[in-house]
């Protein structure tokens, strides 16, 4: 329906689709379409840094132990 131009919806950072409340409701009552929000919000966008960060910090110590493990079976 996003897709139509039914309903009015933005895609997170994420990748997630989400949907305004406004625009459900215009749609059930066939009012005029709220305005579209075109981007996820700011908080949206700082958790989904945060996460990637997170990921990345991760990686890096994953292979750090990876790295370890290896140079220790080396020395065998």
């Known amino acids: 329906m996003v897709k139509d131009g039914v309903l009015?919806?933005?895609h997170t950072p994420g990748g997630h689709l989400r949907v305004s409340a406004e625009s459900i409701?215009?749609?059930?009552?066939?009012?005029?379409?709220?305005?579209r929000t075109r981007e996820a919000s700011p908080v949206l966008r700082n958790r989904r840094e945060r996460i990637?960060?997170?990921?990345l910090e991760a990686q890096e110590?994953?292979?750090?132990r990876e790295l370890g493990k290896l140079r220790r079976e080396d020395q065998e």
């Open 8 to 10: 009015d919806g933005f």
């Open 25 to 35: 409701e215009a749609a059930k009552s066939q009012e005029a379409r709220p305005t």
């Open 52 to 55: 990637e960060e997170l990921t």
């Open 61 to 64: 110590m994953r292979a750090q």
